[in-house]
């Protein structure tokens, strides 16, 4: 490892000792550090765009599953905010909004919206998603 190779030498003794630009070597050591150093905020970036989009992905299931236990909770005469907080995860309840909507004391469709986290879960984004469930129809 800590060997100079011959080529290694001529490489040294060409660009240190020839003063003739016609007779310059340039050594390609490090030049993948340094590609890879240039392309790393790039990576990253793709890979926090890629991140949210599976964040958003796993809000928008999230909360259409909270729309369903609300409804099933509004129709047998619970709370349904206390439904959909029971079926989100923690990090999601914070911004949660429930908004039952009852038609002449029969329970109706519950809308139930969050927002979306950005990249970690302690910050959330401007834009929320929302899901809207009804009751569960009885078989005919």
Not at 5 to 31: A, P, V
Not at 41 to 55: D, E, F, G, R, T
């Amino acid at each position: 490892m800590g060997r100079l190779q011959e080529n290694d030498l001529d490489c040294k003794r060409e660009r240190w000792f020839t003063l003739s630009l016609s007779r310059l070597c340039f050594c390609n050591r490090g030049q993948a550090s340094v590609e890879l150093l240039g392309a790393l905020p790039a990576l990253l970036i793709v890979l926090a765009m890629a991140w949210q989009l599976v964040l958003a992905g796993h809000t928008a299931w999230q909360t259409a599953n909270a729309a369903k236990v609300a409804a099933r909770a509004q129709a047998v005469g619970k709370d349904p905010v206390k439904a959909a907080k029971s079926a989100l995860p923690g990090y999601l309840e914070d911004k949660l909004v429930v908004k039952p909507t009852d038609k002449q004391g029969h329970p109706a469709n519950v809308k139930v919206q969050v927002q979306v986290p950005l990249i970690l879960h302690r910050w959330s984004m401007p834009l929320s998603v929302s899901s809207t469930a009804g009751p569960p129809q009885k078989p005919t």
